[in-house]
């Protein structure tokens, strides 16, 4: 596996698991001010789920890029 497939596959994971994680923990606004979207979340803790996807795709990766080279 090359390096360019490694990262072609790390980027692609990445969105997937990023995608999957994004409505876990998700609040919605009580009360929301007037011209915001009722289901806008109060706390949308996007770098928390930047971090945990980037865990989750590197553990991925490199257990796809252990089974591929040996």
Request: hydrophobic share 50%; no cysteine.
């Amino acid at each position: 596996m090359s390096i360019i497939e490694t990262i072609v596959f790390f980027t692609i994971t990445w969105w997937m698991v990023f995608y999957i994680t994004l409505p876990f923990g998700v609040k919605r606004e009580d009360n929301p001010i007037p011209g915001q979207a009722m289901g806008a979340p109060k706390n949308p803790m996007i770098k928390q789920k930047m971090l945990i996807s980037t865990g989750v795709t590197f553990t991925i990766t490199l257990i796809f890029y252990l089974y591929m080279n040996y």
